[in-house]
C-alpha cells in the first residue's frame, strides 16, 4: 500500500507540479552598521497549461545587525536617549523574519509579487531597533523576453519596493542573453545607481550571477557600491 506521503508525491508527478528548495545569506556593513540575514526559501510550480505557469514560495530566517557606537558621532550624544540607550544597553538586535511570494509566467514573460516582514519577531537585543523595520515590505517584478535571433534575447525588466514611510524604490534593467548559457546586463535605480551584472547557465539545475550597483551622487565618497552574487 501506498503511504500518504509517497501518494502525495504520485500526485504532484501527475500534475506536473515541481518543487523546490534554497536559501542565501546577505553580510553588509555600512558606517557603523553591520548586517547579516541569513534565510531559507520553499516554492512549487505549478501547470496552469499552455506553457503557462504559476509558483507559490515561503521565506523565512534571521536577521541580526549590530550598531558599533564608537564609530558614530553626534553633537550631542549626552541628550540623544536612542544612542543612550545603545551606550548603556545592546547595540544589536536579532529578530525572526518571514513572508511570502507568488509569480505567473510563461516562455517570454513573468510577473511575481511578494510580501517581506509578514513575521517579525525580536528574539534577543535592544528592541529600539527595530522601529524602522516593522513594517510590511512590499515587492513586484515583472520582464519580458524579446528573441532577437536564434542566438540572442533582449530581456528588459522592472523592479518596484514599497514600504510604509520610505521612498518608492525602482530598478529598470535590461540584459542581453547568448545562447540560453551566458548574458549581460545593466540598470538603473533611482537613488542615482548605476548597476552592471552578467551571468552563467552551466545547466538547468547551477546558474551563477553577479552584480555591481555604485551611485553617483555624491555618497560615493562613504560608499564604494555593493556586490551581489548569486
Known sequence: SLSFKNLQREVFKRQGVRLGVGGYDVGDSQGALDQLKVKGNYAFQYPLGFNKYLSLGVTAGINNFSIQTDEISLRDPINDPVYQSLRNGTA?????????????????????????RLVNTVISGNEDLQEDAKSIVHYVMAGYRFELSDKFALMPSGFLKSEANTPLSWDANLKLRYLERFWVGAGYRNDESI????????????????????????????????????
Do not use: H
Open 195 to 230: 548597476i552592471g551584472m552578467f551571468g552563467l547557465s552551466v545547466n538547468n539545475m547551477i546558474n551563477f550571477s553577479y552584480s555591481y550597483d555604485r551611485r553617483t551622487s555624491d555618497i560615493n565618497t562613504i560608499n564604494s557600491g555593493s556586490q551581489e552574487i548569486i
Open 92 to 116: 544589536g538586535l536579532t529578530f525572526l523574519e518571514a513572508g511570502l511570494g507568488a509569480a505567473f509566467y510563461a516562455d517570454n514573460y513573468y510577473i511575481s509579487y511578494s510580501a517581506g
